[in-house]
């Protein structure tokens, strides 16, 4: 059984920078793709970075040129969202998963809160 892990969030204040690490541990094989995503209460979960399966990275525009998402290469289950320039509206709970054909592959883990604050 898959679990994931993320981990890496925090508090911190406008302008700032984190990075989140989400680890799709017991996966026998790597998912080609995956994808970071947030979710605010109340809100549906929105998927903000994505690598995909011709290892090609996109986001959703509102983090765009500030977000970064990266694969470790030792370890392919492992991913990397670097969140530079953090806004008080980038604030949600960042969750990860593997992806064929835009479905997920993987139970949800607990996510990471990331919390934007002066």
């Known amino acids: 059984q898959v679990h994931v892990v993320e981990s890496g969030g925090g508090l911190v204040q406008p302008g700032e920078s984190l990075r989140l690490l989400c680890v799709a541990a017991?996966?026998?094989?790597?998912?080609?793709?995956m994808g970071w995503y947030r979710q605010i209460p109340g809100n549906e979960r929105e998927l903000v970075a994505v690598?995909?399966?011709?290892?090609?990275?996109?986001y959703e525009d509102s983090v765009k040129g500030r977000f970064s998402m990266s694969r470790d290469n030792a370890n392919k289950n492992m991913v990397y969202l670097q969140m530079n320039g953090l806004k008080p509206e980038d604030t949600a709970v960042y969750y990860c998963?593997?992806?064929?054909?835009?479905?997920?592959?993987?139970?949800w883990g607990q996510g990471t809160q990331v919390t934007v604050s002066s």
């Open positions: 017991g996966a026998e094989n790597s998912p080609k793709a």
């Open positions: 998963n593997g992806l064929s054909g835009g479905r997920t592959l993987y139970a």
């Open positions: 690598l995909t399966a011709e290892d090609s990275f996109a």
